[in-house]
């Protein structure tokens, strides 16, 4: 029998179509236990830096929030979200990522905040992920208001 560690590694490659590149922990889970959102370390196995530190995999947030973007989404989100607001979702992202690096660490760094976004939006889908994960972001908070907006009841998980 698989240990959870080894099962939610599974579920993972699953729902990227590949296996993990990296270190990451399940953060948020559906009703059924299945992954949603996943929290990546600042660093992949082969040590390229990974700027994303909340990723969507959820198939069913994807697709909403993949219609919300084909809808002009990020236009939108950047056009009425407070840019000061905006920026510090980017910065305190970023302080997050960056304190997990070792103290030590002289290499290649992720940049940017949001996804590895330096200013604006660049993909809701980062956004979002960061919201559900517990994260202050003013953009996720924009997704969670215009779901409803692409939602057509289908039944994708």
Excluded at 12 to 19: C, D, H, Q, T, Y
Excluded at 56 to 67: C, E, F, N, S
Excluded at 86 to 113: F, V
Excluded at 117 to 138: E, F, I, Q, S, W
Aim: charged share 30%; with cysteine; hydrophobic share 40%.
């Amino acid at each position: 029998m698989a240990d959870a560690a080894e099962a939610d590694r599974a579920a993972v490659a699953e729902l990227l179509g590949r296996p993990p590149q990296g270190a990451f922990e399940v953060v948020v889970r559906d009703a059924s236990g299945a992954p949603r959102v996943i929290r990546n370390a600042p660093m992949l196995d082969d040590g390229t830096p990974m700027p994303t530190r909340y990723w969507l995999i959820g198939p069913r947030d994807r697709l909403l929030v993949g219609r919300l973007e084909g809808a002009g989404g990020v236009r939108r989100a950047e056009a009425e979200v407070d840019p000061d607001a905006l920026q510090a979702a980017h910065d305190r992202y970023a302080a997050e990522r960056d304190a997990q690096l070792p103290k030590d660490h002289r290499g290649p760094r992720p940049s940017g905040g949001v996804g590895g976004t330096r200013v604006g939006v660049k993909c809701l889908h980062a956004h979002y992920a960061h919201h559900l994960a517990g994260g202050d972001d003013p953009v996720g908070r924009w997704v969670v208001d215009h779901l409803h907006e692409v939602e057509d009841g289908s039944d994708v998980r």
